[in-house]
C-alpha cells in the first residue's frame, strides 16, 4: 500500500481536531465543565486519547476553543442568513440576537464558557476566537463605526456583560430586557434581527438543536 500523500493526511487531522470541537461542545452542554473529561471527549469524537493533546493543552484550552467555534459560526450563520443584507443596523441586531440566543439555549455551555475566561488562561488566542473577533469587528464597521478600535471592544465587553447577566444562578435576567437595552444603546428598532416572539425566533430555535452544520466532519474527497 502507498504512503498517504500529505494532503491526504492533512485533511484526516483536520477532521480529527473538528470531531473533537464538536464532542467538547455537546458533552459539556448536556454535563457542565467538570463532569467531562478529556477521555470522554476523545471517546465522543472516536478518537484515541493521547490525540487531544496533540491538538489542545487541555481540556480549558479546548472546550473554550469549541465555544468559540459555537459562536462565531452562529454569529455567521445569522449575518448571512437569507435576505442578505449589508444593512449596518441590521446585521448589528443580528449579531445581538445570535449571542444573546445563545445564552438563552444554551445556557450550561455558555455559563462554563463565562466561567472559563475568569481563569488564568483568559481568552485563548485560536483560529476560533480570532474568526469571531473579525466577523464582531467586521459588524462594528459596517454599522457606521469611525473607531473601530475602540468600538469593537465596547461591542464585545456589552454582549459579554448581557450573557453574564442572562446565566447568573438565581438572579438571571430575561434575554427580551437585556435586548432591549442593547437595542436601545444603539437605536435598533425592536423589529430588526430576530425578535423573541417571532415566527423566525421559533424555528431557529429548532434548528439549533443539531451543532453538527457548524463542525466540518463530513467526508471529503482524498487523494489516491
Not at 35 to 51: E, K, Y
Not at 122 to 142: H, K, Y
Request: glycine share 8%.
Amino acid at each position: 500500500m502507498s504512503p498517504r500523500s500529505a494532503s491526504v493526511n492533512e485533511e484526516l487531522r483536520r477532521r480529527s481536531r473538528e470531531r473533537l470541537l464538536q464532542a467538547a461542545v455537546e458533552l459539556v452542554d448536556e454535563r457542565g465543565f467538570e463532569a467531562t473529561t478529556l477521555g470522554d471527549i476523545a471517546d465522543r469524537a472516536g478518537s484515541a486519547r493521547g490525540l487531544v493533546s496533540y491538538y489542545f493543552p487541555g481540556k480549558r484550552q479546548l472546550v473554550q476553543s469549541a465555544v468559540h467555534r459555537l459562536m462565531h459560526r452562529t454569529l455567521e450563520e445569522a449575518l448571512e442568513r437569507e435576505p442578505r443584507t449589508d444593512d449596518g443596523r441590521e446585521r448589528l441586531a443580528r449579531a445581538v440576537d445570535a449571542i444573546l440566543g445563545l445564552a438563552r439555549d444554551r445556557p450550561v455551555l455558555m455559563r462554563q464558557h463565562m466561567a472559563g475566561l475568569l481563569q488564568a488562561e483568559g481568552f485563548v488566542q485560536c483560529p476560533e476566537q480570532r474568526r469571531l473577533s473579525e466577523l464582531l469587528g467586521d459588524t462594528v464597521a459596517r454599522y457606521g463605526s469611525h473607531d473601530v478600535a475602540a468600538d469593537y471592544p465596547m461591542l464585545r465587553a456589552l454582549l459579554m456583560g448581557a450573557v453574564f447577566a442572562a446565566l447568573v444562578p438565581g438572579v438571571p435576567m430575561r434575554v427580551p430586557a437585556l435586548r432591549a437595552e442593547l437595542f436601545r444603546r444603539y437605536g435598533l428598532d425592536w423589529e430588526l434581527g430576530v425578535p423573541p416572539d417571532s415566527e423566525t425566533a421559533t424555528g431557529t430555535r429548532d434548528r439549533d438543536r443539531d451543532l453538527s452544520r457548524f463542525f466540518a466532519t463530513e467526508e471529503r474527497p482524498s487523494e489516491a
